[in-house]
């Protein structure tokens, strides 16, 4: 079997979070000689093959079996895999199904290394994520398998096959903000205390502003507000209160302390509440690391593109690396229909994925 009939094979499977639809016994059985270690945990299954072949770097793929709802709109039965013009239209095509058959066939064909291989893959990527990688990490730590180097194999190319590999990622702060006010009769605006109107002459502190400047791994962190909600209404009553919700992407630059700070300097004379809740935390590998180097020559050799190091995008698994300290990239097909109908990647990135994939494990 190759790497796209692998790669048909499954996606034909409805693995919908966070079920994995028996893929991960499948992939088990597929990697014969690999070491199992289980961790399932809340209804999300977790799966870690590994085979030490000498002593040396341990170099782990690491991805996701689930998928999204399939949704409406679709030309195609999305767990019948189609294929037209050379591009292959399934649910989890680009999301990622292709990264998994690219690295788990570069594994099954890995007849020597100088070190240990292994393949982390979880049920519970594209749901709270309580579950999934982490578990497993955390499991790996204590029983002192932790890898040294990590491929995650999300989409990551934006206009060319290999023009991107992401090296890190900004946290995600979200915030809620009640501000108090005192509810009244529009006609006698000087009985009440409006909170719109105490908002409105600040709110442009808030709304877009950049908490640090960035630097040549990160954008600057922005407040973006998300929701904005008070009254009951009606136009002959002003409100008691006002609700705003934002979000912070956050560099390595800013903290939620820093959030906080901010928002008290704002609104210091204004009676609020302020509750920030911190979903996933930045991290970025160094240049220098062996891992991003390798994977770009490997990139560069296969393909001929000089891959940029980028930071852009929302949150992954790779995220749990980095707070274990282990050096990780990731990389994989073009990112433009994730998530959407009619979900579809080309044969030929599959196959150069492959050959990239195979390229970095004998470059280590």
């Given at each position: 079997m190759n790497v796209v009939d692998f790669f048909i094979?499954?996606?034909?499977v409805e693995s919908v979070t966070p079920e994995d639809g028996g893929l991960m016994q499948m992939i088990e059985k597929y990697l014969a000689g690999y070491e199992a270690i289980y961790v399932n945990e809340g209804g999300v299954k977790n799966l870690f093959l590994y085979k030490k072949f000498a002593d040396g770097d341990h170099?782990?793929?690491a991805g996701h079996v689930d998928v999204v709802p399939a949704g409406e709109g679709w030309h195609s039965n999305p767990f019948d895999p189609m294929i037209s013009d050379g591009k292959i239209y399934a649910r989890g095509a680009q999301d990622m199904k292709s990264g998994v058959a690219a690295f788990v066939q570069t594994l099954k064909m890995q007849k020597s290394f100088g070190g240990?291989?292994?393949?982390?893959l979880t049920s519970d990527e594209e749901g709270d994520a309580i579950y999934g990688t982490q578990i497993m990490l955390k499991h790996l730590k204590k029983i002192d398998l932790l890898p040294d180097y990590c491929v995650v194999a999300e989409p990551t190319c934006e206009r060319v096959f290999g023009d991107a590999i992401k090296i890190g990622r900004r946290g995600s702060i979200n915030g809620y903000l009640s501000i108090k006010?005192?509810?009244?009769?529009?006609?006698?605006p000087e009985k009440a205390i409006n909170p719109v109107h105490q908002i409105a002459v600040v709110l442009d502190q808030i709304a877009g502003v950049d908490l640090d400047n960035g630097d040549n791994n990160f954008a600057p962190s922005q407040m973006v507000i998300t929701d904005i909600r008070g009254g009951m209404e009606v136009t002959n009553v002003t409100p008691s209160s006002l609700k705003i919700m934002f979000n912070v992407r956050n560099s390595?630059?800013?903290?939620?302390?820093?959030v906080k700070a901010h928002i008290d300097k704002v609104l210091d004379d204004l009676d609020y509440e302020l509750r920030l809740d911190q979903g996933s935390y930045p991290f970025v590998t160094k240049h220098d690391s062996k891992i991003v180097q390798k994977?770009?020559?490997s990139i560069k050799n296969i393909l001929g593109e000089e891959s940029k190091l980028s930071t852009?995008?929302?949150?992954?698994?790779?995220?749990f690396m980095g707070q274990y300290g282990i050096a990780v990239v990731e990389f994989g097909v073009i990112n433009d229909t994730i998530h959407a109908p009619n979900e579809c990647t080309s044969i030929t990135e599959v196959e150069k994925l492959y050959e990239i994939f195979d390229d970095l494990v004998k470059r280590f």
């Open positions: 094979k499954i996606l034909a170099l782990c793929f240990t291989l292994s393949v982390l006010g005192r509810q009244g009769h529009a006609a006698y390595t630059k800013t903290t939620k302390e820093d994977t770009r020559e852009a995008g929302g949150t992954s698994d790779a995220r």
